[in-house]
């Protein structure tokens, strides 16, 4: 099924913002998406906890997320996942515990650093 980038930008309210890099979508591919800003910098005991501002920025969106929001989504015939992208540190227990709150799929997709 085709997707709506921007049916689906306004169901998740999906826009730009200081811990949001870029907002995305590709109806040909049936994707939308966001790309979370790695900043602001971390303290010492954030760093610790988070690894990395983008993290962080990630759990704190999903915070505000509803599982309907997602629900709607998957009747459509859509999936919904959470992709981190050339990482090898631990994911943060509070992170993992939002993707299961809303049913989320985790990919972690190590690139070679260019």
Not at 28 to 50: C, R
Not at 51 to 61: S, V
Not at 103 to 112: E, S
Request: aromatic residues 8%.
């Amino acid at each position: 099924m085709d997707l709506d980038g921007a049916w689906a930008r306004n169901l998740l309210k999906m826009q730009e913002g200081p811990s949001i890099l870029r907002v995305y979508s590709n109806d040909d591919e049936g994707i939308a998406g966001l790309e979370f800003a790695n900043n602001p910098l971390l303290s010492e005991d954030e760093t610790i906890f988070w690894h990395h501002p983008a993290l962080k920025n990630a759990t704190e969106w999903l915070q505000t997320r509803s599982e309907e929001q997602f629900n709607t989504l998957r009747e459509k015939g859509h999936r919904a996942d959470l992709c981190i992208v050339s990482y090898s540190g631990a994911v943060p227990s509070v992170l993992l515990k939002e993707l299961v709150r809303l049913g989320l799929t985790l990919f972690i997709i190590d690139l070679p650093w260019s």
